[in-house]
């Protein structure tokens, strides 16, 4: 069944097209640094999203207009990996990921929500066959169902760790199957709402614990991914154990755990924890974490995920700067975790929605890319850390200075001059490269 019949294979047409199933900017085929676009950026279509939501809100009832939710429970979902490899060879997208309730129902005991996915999984294989789309990574919700009231593996209920644990077991098998390039762990309820009635220690304990029994399973039957975390600072808790990459980094140093993991960094959970999303990218990066994007923006006039597709090009340009710095992602991507607006409730808005994220991700790589090339905030960097290259700096910087050796320098300053930050010219100076891309020079 062709759940996308009007809609025919999207291409690149370039800037001057007005054809609203067409790319302005993302020419897969086109190469830079010696690998082209599509495999470099390796954008990756969020399943749960595109296929499984349907628009409702805390205020109001789904809008979307779907050709699929005319079926219920397996014939839902068996109709729903129908239309999602219908979608992503009419998209070119390379990868996908979803959670194993986006693919199957649950059923009413652990041994049928099972064997409901398997039967979903060998179909998602057989249409896998045909097709160059490949998993980018799977994860196991534990979160939505009343049972992790209290949280998954960080959960006061051992019954629940246990379930949580099965759910998990079940997901790293059916990566594996899938040929899933990485696994993600995202603790939307590991955390608390208030210290009064919670044993911290031990619900970190745990969720060490829970981490370390998923690293040995995953050597057991031999499934290589690269395990991620994604860091989210609030919502649905008060307070979670993964607020950002900082504390993330913090927990797995802390449980021998940071040589399995790398971060998938989402773009909106950095702004939730009063970050930008280039520095949540940053930080990963220079600690050799970052290993996957999620791909959206939120609103800066609301304070919830929102989870909007990315088209600021400002900030696509600031993080395509840290993933190019990274060397790219590696078995990582560019997945939409993003969602059309309440709004925006017909089918072909998933097509118009997906293409202003991957042009507006493919604007920031190539200017990204010319700022790196012309050395332009390297320049910047290397000037204003002068000091630090001779004398006094560069013995700081070696380990050769210690208080007396710096009180004698200091005693010895007449004056002490500073250098202008100068960031409004930055700023001015990313908008030319900006200006210049959209003017096509």
């Not at 031999?222 to 504390?247: C, M, N, R, S």
């Not at 960097?381 to 208080?403: L, M, P």
Request: net charge negative.
């Amino acid at each position: 069944m062709t759940h996308f019949g009007n809609v025919n294979k999207i291409k690149f047409e370039g800037a001057k097209s007005t054809n609203p199933f067409a790319f302005k900017f993302y020419n897969p085929e086109e190469i830079i640094n010696g690998k082209t676009m599509e495999e470099y950026l390796r954008y990756g279509v969020a399943y749960w999203h595109t296929f499984a939501a349907d628009g409702s809100d805390p205020f109001g009832a789904g809008t979307m207009v779907r050709s699929w939710d005319k079926f219920k429970g397996m014939d839902l979902a068996k109709a729903r990996v129908e239309a999602s490899f219908d979608f992503f060879e009419k998209l070119g997208v390379p990868y996908f990921c979803f959670h194993d309730v986006d693919i199957a129902p649950e059923g009413n005991t652990l041994k049928e929500s099972n064997q409901y996915l398997d039967v979903i999984v060998a179909m998602i294989k057989d249409y896998m066959k045909d097709s160059k789309v490949k998993l980018l990574w799977n994860t196991a919700n534990n979160f939505t169902n009343p049972r992790f009231v209290h949280g998954a593996a960080s959960s006061n209920n051992a019954d629940v760790f246990a379930y949580s644990a099965a759910k998990v077991k079940k997901q790293l098998e059916i990566g594996k199957e899938l040929g899933g390039e990485n696994y993600v762990f995202w603790g939307g309820r590991e955390g608390y709402e208030t210290l009064l009635n919670t044993d911290l220690k031990l619900e970190q304990d745990n969720l060490g614990r829970f981490f370390h029994m998923a690293v040995d399973y995953a050597k057991e039957i031999g499934f290589d991914a690269q395990f991620l975390i994604e860091p989210k600072p609030k919502e649905p808790t008060t307070h979670q154990y993964d607020y950002d990459v900082a504390t993330a980094y913090a927990f797995l140093q802390s449980y021998g755990l940071e040589k399995h993991f790398k971060f998938n960094i989402e773009a909106n959970h950095a702004t939730l924890a009063g970050h930008t999303f280039e520095h949540e990218l940053r930080y990963a990066r220079v600690n050799g974490m970052l290993g996957s994007v999620d791909a959206n923006q939120g609103d800066t006039l609301l304070g919830w995920d929102t989870d909007e597709f990315p088209t600021d090009l400002y900030s696509t340009t600031l993080a395509m700067y840290e993933i190019i710095k990274n060397g790219g992602l590696g078995t990582g991507g560019l997945n939409f975790d993003a969602k059309v607006r309440r709004g925006s409730f017909e089918q072909d808005d998933l097509f118009h929605a997906h293409i202003a994220g991957m042009d507006a991700f493919a604007v920031g790589y190539k200017i990204a890319n010319q700022l790196i090339e012309d050395k332009v905030l390297e320049n910047i960097i290397d000037d204003r850390y002068v000091s630090y290259t001779s004398g006094i700096g560069k013995e700081i910087v070696e380990g050769k200075a210690n208080f007396k050796s710096l009180e004698d320098h200091a005693l010895g300053l007449t004056e002490i001059k500073n250098k202008s930050g100068r960031l409004e010219s930055i700023k001015a100076t990313i908008n030319q490269y900006l200006l210049k891309a959209y003017a096509g020079e």
